[in-house]
């Protein structure tokens, strides 16, 4: 016990600590923006970011992650805030962490292994450019103060951990937002800064009940939300989990990751916050700041309300071309280079998996459908390569009285049709011997397809015998055809 709790919070604690700071930094301006997207006071992101991220460094499934209030859940409360008010947005948070906890417990996250690593460089690819898009009114439209901030801010982040020995001590986008930091207050510039994008609490959050009443009409007006914050919470989350064990080259406990984004998101709803989930953006940038362990989650969020509660005056003055230049690191460093340059030797259905992905997600701002779709044409594209994998051949034996037709492969939806058109129904032979030995029936669809080929041979005056059929094809057909039932010829009508 004692190794295993060394392992996951005190192994790396200098790097954790400032991986933290870093991460804290990074969540301020985002949790404000969230907040403001869904149309809430911004001390609903703050605490909803601080709560999220502290209580899931004790019970989420992957170490160095980080979960707090994002994007893709504030674009689905924004309806619901506006038209019932932001207790029914606590009340929702609470009952989406249940069904996450449910969801978990459940081991529902074991259904991640259908998503295809095309699916994932299309969700990260797009992840990364709109990150990089988000920074863009950051740098438009902006003084000459501005630019200089953001590019001094890219080149200590990229050439700082090159100065020798304290390179490798501090992380450096943090060692750029303070330097950025001590020359705005000291110039006094009129730039943007995170203290423009909303009034950061003053006080630290308190439990409370959602004030809204207990019956069947709250449930029918929060569940649908909730439903909808679950599923994209948690795949948004299992994403993020699945980048990080990538990224530190170690595994995680998908299913325990949903349980401790249930708990959080309980508890969240308890104090006046909102849902979140996963954030890739700001995990990158933990992981890469030599974030390891769950001291790195910890830290982030206890620093973050340490910061706006406690140090509101200071982090207030932050320049924002400072965090989009961290933000730009994180994009580049997200975005999977590696994907452009395989393109030429990938298989043409993986890579426009990968590209629909990557135009889905950007278009619609949502991961969740983006993954949706990429799944969709990855379960396509392989039913449609598996069921090209069927092969029926067939010889007359040495009496001319028989046929064998010899089936190998998989017989399904996809393939049903080419099982059907693979038999010479015009050949006048008294008997038909079809041998699926080396094949397996998957669907009704493939026993709709064997049914029809018997029956039309028996119209023809062919006796069919059907031998070698595994257990498992047998149990189906045995259950669904009606080859070898009375009245066969209707009942396959009724199919």
Known sequence: MLQLIREHWFSNVRADLLSGIVVALALIPEALAFSIIAGVDPKVGLYASFAICTVNAFVGGRPAMISAATGSMALVMVTLVAQHGVE?????????????FIAGSLRLANYMRFVSRSVVTGFVNALAILIFWAQIPELTNVSWIVYAMAAGSLAIIYLFPYVPVVGRIFPSPLVAIVLMTGIYMSGHFHIHTVGDMGQLPGSL??????????????????????????????????????????????GSNKNQECRGQGISNICTGFIGGMAGCGMIGQTVINV????????????????????????SDWVGQIPMAALAAVMIMVSIGTFSWESIRDLRKHPMSTNIVMV????????TSNLAIGVFVGVLLSGLFFANKVGRLLHITSHLED???RRVYEITGQVFFA?????????????????????????????ISAVEALDRVVLRM??????????????????????????DKPDAEKLLEQH
Do not use: C
């Open 88 to 100: 029914y947005l606590f009340a929702t948070t609470v009952l989406t962490g249940i069904l996450q």
């Open 205 to 250: 959050p308190s439990l409370l009940w959602p004030d809204v009443p207990l019956n069947w009409h709250t449930l029918t007006i929060i569940a649908p939300y909730a439903l909808t914050l679950t599923v994209v919470g948690l795949m948004e989350s299992m994403m993020t989990a699945t980048i990080v064990d990538d990224l530190t080259d170690s």
């Open 288 to 311: 890469k700041s030599g974030g390891r362990t769950r001291l790195s989650t910890l830290t982030a969020g206890i620093v973050l309300l340490i910061m706006v509660v406690f140090l």
């Open 356 to 363: 629909t992905v990557v135009v889905v997600v950007v278009a």
């Open 399 to 401: 009496d001319g009285e």
């Open 415 to 443: 393939s049903a049709s080419t099982f059907r058109h693979s038999f010479d129904f015009d050949e006048a032979l008294p008997a038909v011997t079809i041998d699926v030995h080396r094949a397996h029936f998957w669907d």
């Open 458 to 483: 028996r119209r023809e005056g062919t006796a069919v015998d059907i031998v070698g059929m595994n257990e498992a094809s047998k149990t189906l057909v045995d259950k669904v055809a009606v080859h």
